[in-house]
Structures are given as C-alpha cells and as structure tokens.
C-alpha cells in the first residue's frame, strides 16, 4: 500500500520534468532567449518644428544677402542668397510651424492660424512677423465665419507657448466682451502691436500689458482693410516705405496738378497729425506740401524709399527709377491750402524699358538697387543698379528656380526709425 501512495507523485514529478525537457529543447543554445529590440521613439512634431524654427528663422534674419519670398499652397518660403544671387545661404517656410500652428488653432477654437510673410504681400511687411531678437512670432487666428472676432498672440519659440492676448482681454461671465484683433507684428523695439475692432491700435510688452496706440493722418486713408502699417516711435503709420529719416514726414504718393497737367508727384505728410480711432479722422485730412518733379519737362515719380535725407528714390512713369533732391525743410505743419514745388532729379539710377518689373529692392547696405525684369517669372532676370555711382544696371543672372513662384524681394525700403528720430 504505501508503494502505491508514494508511486502518484513519483510518477506526476517524472511527467512534469519529461514535459518540461521536452519544451525547453537540449543545449545551451536552447535556454538563450532572444531580448525584444528596444522601441525607437517617434519625433515629436512639435519639438521638431521649434527646433527648426529657431535654427533658420534668424539664420535668414541674419543674411547680409538679398532674401527673396515665394508662395505656394501650403504657405510661404523666405531664401536669403549671397551678394551675387548664386548661392542660397538660409531658408525658411512657413510649412516647419505647421504643426504649432494647427495646436495654437485648435486650443483658440479658430479655423486658420497664420504667420505673414517676411516679405509681406508686395516686398515689405511693415511691422515685423518676427521679434527682433528672433525669439517671437507674431500670429493670428481665423475663425469659420468672417463674422467671427480674430485672436492675436505670439509664439514664444523657446518655451513653445502662445500668448493669445485676445483671449486675455475677453471678459467672460454675467457681463460679456469680446474684441476682434488682427494685423498682429513687432515695432523695431520688440514691442507687439495689433489693430483692435478695425479701429484702434494696441501694444503690447513681454508681459502682455495693453496700450493704446494713435495711427497719424500721413498716408492715411478712411478704407482700413488689409491695412499696412509700420511704427515710427510711439505710432502707427500707413506709410508703406517712404517714412523720412527724421521720423518726422513720410513722402506719400499723389496727383499733383501744375497748371494743365496732372502728375504723379509726392505729398510730404507730418506724421504728427495723430488720432486716436479711425472714425475720428477729419473728412478734410491736413494738407502737405506736394512735390514734383521738372527734369526739362515734368516727369512721373512714384515714391519709393529715402536713399538719405535729401534723396528720394522715385520710379518713373516708364519703368525706369531715378534720385530727385528734396530739402526736408519743405515739410511743414502749417501748410493751409494746396501748395506744390518743384525739385530736380540728382541721378538716374535705371533707364526706360519695356520689360515689366516683377520686383525691386534695395540691397540690405542701401548702396545699390536690386531689380527683376522680364514678362514673367521664369524667364526673368536680376539686375543690380548702384545708388551713390550711378551706372547701366548689371545683370545678376535669372531669378533662382526654387524662388519663382509668386517671386518678390524683401525690399529693405525702410530702416527702423527709432524713437529719437534717428536711423540704428
């Protein structure tokens, strides 16, 4: 009896190892079991797109070189070449903050967020997209319906946080308010400003504190939409371009009659003549002392840029450009009527051709003028035309193939005019 008491377990223990034998196989190369492969972390798109940003965004900031914009479908690309236009030295397309700006879209409840060109719509952005330290960037959020208020902020590359200041300004609960902002870019002093309910302008400090803004009367007209606007010290100024020096006058574009002819001339606005709304412009903004040009006979200028602070840079009625001598003395305030004078051309910097200019732009040293010529963008070619040695345009070569589409320089047309009046 006890054999057949102790026999079970004998008999379970020697299946239980022969099954065992059996599963696990013989040999030490049996009993080594290969490790799983350590998983490979997928890139975080957010990281990677601030990363990316910070990399080149102040690289092309930084080039001494023309930069040239381009535009497609999925957004714009800023490419900043060297002096001849051969080589491209940075790049950056608006397509890296893809996947921030998606992010900043959705967590604002908006449809759209947007970053504007560096080189704006037509080659000069007015107020900055980016901080001038590069550190910033100024965005705005559409909304499904264009009824809907647009939000402003900026994207704090460091840290990856935008700062919707709309959103702050919002006062929610038993008494609601909501503000609709837009046109949202940086001063020359990293201050960031915006225009409020299509009718007055903000700033704002590092910390997001408000300040009302006057927008001056010089180049002012009472149609604000897709409104362009620079700073000059402490106001914003619709000038695209011709702002003096001096800080003090702009050169605006107008027809000027002298005696039976109307011609395309300069109107030399104070741009101290402030308000603080757009509704609270005058029906009869102040006059300007108007300025054309005699050369034999009158001659077009379209004002362009101050090459210093008596030359004006004009282009001509035949796509050719040109330097007219202006005293910044004519500009007054205390012009009463209609008044005009004449100036005369100091130097001929492009002659007359039947080409069609696609784009100008100064060089970023303000010594030489960049123009493209041609029917169209791929067959065009690149120009330089000196500014203080006036001689026949050189040709640069074509404008590069990766820039083409919807192709315009970064036009450099105007300098930061500091606070004090005074060019950095």
Not at 36 to 65: F, H, W
Not at 134 to 153: E, K, L, N, Y
Request: hydrophobic share 40%.
């Amino acid at each position: 009896m006890s054999s057949r008491r102790g026999g079970w377990p004998a008999v379970a223990v020697a299946l239980l190892l022969a099954a065992t034998g059996c599963s696990a196989g013989s040999g030490p190369a049996a009993l080594a079991q290969p490790s799983p492969r350590a998983s490979i972390p997928a890139p975080d798109p957010r990281k990677t797109a601030l990363a990316e940003t910070a990399k080149s965004l102040p690289a092309v900031l930084a080039a001494q070189g023309p930069v040239a914009c381009s535009w497609n479908d999925d957004g714009w690309r800023a490419t900043a070449y060297d002096d001849a236009f051969r080589t491209a030295v940075a790049s950056f397309s608006s397509v890296t903050l893809a996947p921030l700006l998606t992010e900043i879209a959705a967590k604002a409840g908006g449809e759209e967020a947007v970053v504007r060109s560096l080189c704006g719509e037509e080659g000069d952005p007015g107020v900055s997209p980016v901080s001038p330290d590069g550190r910033r960037i100024a965005v705005q959020v559409d909304f499904p319906s264009s009824g809907d208020p647009t939000h402003v902020g900026w994207l704090d590359l460091g840290t990856g946080t935008f700062v919707d200041l709309t959103d702050r300004s919002n006062k929610k609960g038993y008494v609601k308010e909501t503000f609709s902002d837009k046109y949202p870019g940086f001063a020359p002093d990293g201050s960031f400003w915006f225009l409020r309910d299509s009718q007055q302008y903000f700033s704002a400090d590092p910390n997001g504190r408000l300040t009302p803004r006057k927008v001056s009367l010089a180049c002012f007209t009472n149609s604000n939409d897709d409104t362009f606007y620079r700073v000059v010290g402490s106001v914003a100024v619709m000038c695209p371009g011709t702002v003096h020096p001096s800080g003090r006058f702009a050169a605006d574009p107008s027809r000027v009659a002298v005696g039976m002819n109307l011609m395309q001339g300069a109107e030399l606005d104070i741009l101290a003549n402030t308000v603080d709304r757009y509704e609270d412009a005058p029906l009869q903004l102040p006059f300007g002392m108007e300025i054309v040009v005699r050369d034999g006979g009158l001659r077009h200028c379209d004002p362009l840029a101050w090459i210093n602070a008596t030359d004006l840079l004009c282009a001509g009625g035949s796509n050719d450009f040109y330097t007219a001598r202006i005293n910044p003395r004519l500009a007054r305030n205390d012009v009463e009527y209609v008044q005009h004078t004449e100036v005369k051309v100091k130097n001929e910097i492009a002659p007359a051709t039947e080409s069609s200019i696609i784009s100008v732009a100064l060089s970023r040293d303000r010594r030489s003028l960049i123009i493209a010529a041609g029917e169209n963008n791929d067959s065009a070619k690149l120009y330089r035309a000196g500014l203080s040695s006036p001689s026949a345009p050189e040709e640069i070569g074509p404008i590069p193939a990766e820039s083409r589409e919807h192709f315009t320089l970064l036009n450099n047309y105007q300098p930061p005019v500091r606070a004090d009046g005074t060019s950095p």
